[in-house]
């Protein structure tokens, strides 16, 4: 007997500030959680999807696994059936990366997908909670989708809904029907659709046996209790062959276990100070959704711009690029000019676009982009339209592979010599990015505009500055509020970031951020080529000394501005 359910119409209001930013809509979850907030914002995602597009199609739900995660579900089941879904695809306990979504879109050819996700930001009954809609592709919604959405959401007065559709098992693989058949919901296992698509890039047997074969490599990876913990085992010890034991923090939590899933030296510690004691040869940790990754060498750091070069200049070493070739290279502005000093050598495309993976998505569907990445730890190729954290930490043990396959124990080529191995070919961008969090926003827009100012006026061209620690001159040769037009769909984003570029290539950048739930967060980005080959191995901050005292204190005034004295990260 098939379950019957029937559309009721809830009366509701309009919420204030419900404007997707780059990586959908993020709040603190006792926002969230107030009647109708939810549901106002799901009921505005299909009331912009096409009527006759929407009626029967299939659409993939799942996320990190984060406090509330469990209780959205089952409204957007409501919501989904009330307005014509015909089929909801939901990880096994909810569970789904954002990488993985993406695949199981592409693979089912899914009309798209809602993701409850606030990334890598904190979670728990205090925490932020997120939610994004991601098109057919695979990839985030571009800005006339979410624009679309929220101008729905400042006039929305009703929700429709299945009050009665609920699925109270969601930890068993299963199919649920209502109203014969017009409305199902399958639960899913989480990696299935992902771990086949990861093969069809990889060489899965040639990594297990090169981990088989070099008996004193060590590996460990952090989940950082997100949702990748539900894939470590599954590819890194059923398919890889790594022990269990080198995996932590693999148990999905509510609220992190109590930490913040940013993978980077600040917010990853327990592997940070393993990887420094020399403990493991490879150390890499992964965000709250699976997209972002940080990759370690024993007692060594990859910075991710140089993460991303490493890779493409490597790219013979997967098989996924032998095979096919690379179309093309690609940034986000923010990011290294490390990148483009490969395409340039590879005789490539390349492309530096605004921070944002939808971008990098257009160029993708266009084919002319094979990988790309952003200085905030987001890695990623054209096989599918997300960043993705498992992919980078594939990427780097297939290089590892390749690296060594006729090395033992003894003469093991480390992720350290590759990296060197590459500067000494294409010369070191020196890079790191200060965050300054939860600031004040009206603070924090003064300074900006205060820099803004002297971009506009062009006052900055031409000024020179001593460096205080290297007693180098540094002259400003351009500055601009960075602009994008798309090559694809001709599209124009403006006010990406504030850029201020040196003669000697050098780069000063400022952005203010809205990923947060609260606050403002203000980063600055610095970039110092050298090709020297005595310079190569310095301490970056010390390298970065001048440049760095010259943006934060003689440009921008920021401590005169928001009071602050210490960034919260520095990556």
Excluded at 284 to 300: E, H, P, Q, T, Y
């Amino acid at each position: 007997m098939t379950n019957i359910f029937e559309v009721k119409i809830i009366e509701t209001k309009p919420f204030e500030g419900q404007k997707p930013g780059t990586s959908g809509l993020r709040k603190r979850v006792t926002e969230v959680m107030k009647e109708n907030y939810l549901g106002n914002f799901v009921q505005s995602i299909f009331n912009v999807l096409p009527e006759d597009k929407l009626k029967g199609s299939t659409i993939v739900v799942g996320g990190d696994g984060r406090y509330y995660n469990k209780e959205a579900i089952q409204l957007i089941f409501q919501i989904a059936a009330a307005n014509g879904v015909g089929k909801i695809l939901v990880g096994k306990n909810g569970l789904l990366s954002t990488p993985a979504i993406s695949a199981i879109v592409r693979a089912r050819s899914a009309l798209g997908a809602i993701i409850l996700t606030a990334s890598h930001n904190p979670g728990g009954p205090k925490g932020d909670f997120g939610i994004k809609y991601n098109m057919s592709n695979g990839g985030p919604a571009p800005e006339s989708i979410t624009n679309a959405i929220y101008k729905q959401t400042t006039s929305i007065n009703q929700i429709k809904s299945a009050t009665n559709v609920h699925v109270d098992d969601l930890g068993t693989i299963s199919t649920h029907q209502w109203n014969d058949g017009k409305f199902i919901v399958e639960v899913i296992d989480s990696a299935d659709d992902y771990v086949s698509l990861l093969k069809t890039i990889f060489d899965f047997e040639g990594i297990k046996n090169f981990v088989k074969n070099h008996s004193s490599f060590q590996f460990n990876f952090d989940a950082m209790s997100g949702v990748t913990g539900a894939y470590g085992k599954r590819i890194f010890t059923d398919e890889l062959g790594i022990p269990e034991s080198s995996l932590i923090n693999c148990v999905p939590s509510e609220d992190f276990n109590g930490g913040h899933p940013d993978p980077n030296l600040t917010y990853a510690p327990l592997l940070v100070k393993k990887m420094n004691n020399g403990e493991f040869d490879m150390g890499c940790a992964s965000d709250g959704d699976g997209d972002r990754n940080m990759i370690l060498g024993k007692r060594f750091f990859i910075n991710p711009s140089d993460s991303v070069a490493v890779i493409a200049s490597n790219y013979k070493a997967i098989p996924y690029f032998s095979k096919g070739g690379l179309k093309g290279l690609a940034r986000s502005m923010p990011t290294s000019a490390a990148l483009e000093r490969v395409a340039t050598d590879l005789k490539v495309p390349f492309f530096e676009v605004p921070t944002g993976w939808k971008f990098f998505g257009n160029l993708m569907d266009a084919g002319t982009l094979s990988i790309c990445g952003e200085e905030s730890f987001g890695t990623g190729s054209d096989h599918i339209r997300e960043k993705d954290g498992i992919w980078a930490i594939l990427c780097w043990l297939q290089i590892l592979t390749h690296h060594n396959q006729s090395t033992n124990d003894k003469n093991f080529v480390s992720i350290e010599e590759i990296v060197k191995q590459h500067w000494s070919k294409y010369g070191r961008n020196y890079y790191s990015r200060y965050d300054y969090e939860e600031i004040d926003t009206a603070p924090a827009e003064t300074m900006m505009k205060h820099v803004s100012q002297q971009i506009n006026s062009k006052e900055l061209v031409g000024k020179k500055f001593t460096g205080i620690s290297d007693s180098l001159e540094y002259e400003i040769a351009s500055c601009d509020d960075f602009e994008y037009k798309d090559p694809i769909d001709n599209s124009i984003s403006s006010h990406q970031g504030l850029r201020i570029i040196f003669t000697d290539g050098s780069r000063i950048i400022y952005r203010l951020s809205g990923t947060g739930s609260t606050g403002a967060t203000v980063r600055v980005y610095f970039d110092k080529y050298e090709t020297q080959p005595s310079q190569l191995n310095n301490d970056v901050q010390t390298h970065l000394k001048s440049l760095i005292h010259i943006a934060l204190v003689e440009i921008s005034k920021l401590n005169h501005y928001t009071g602050r004295n210490e960034p919260s990260v520095i990556t």
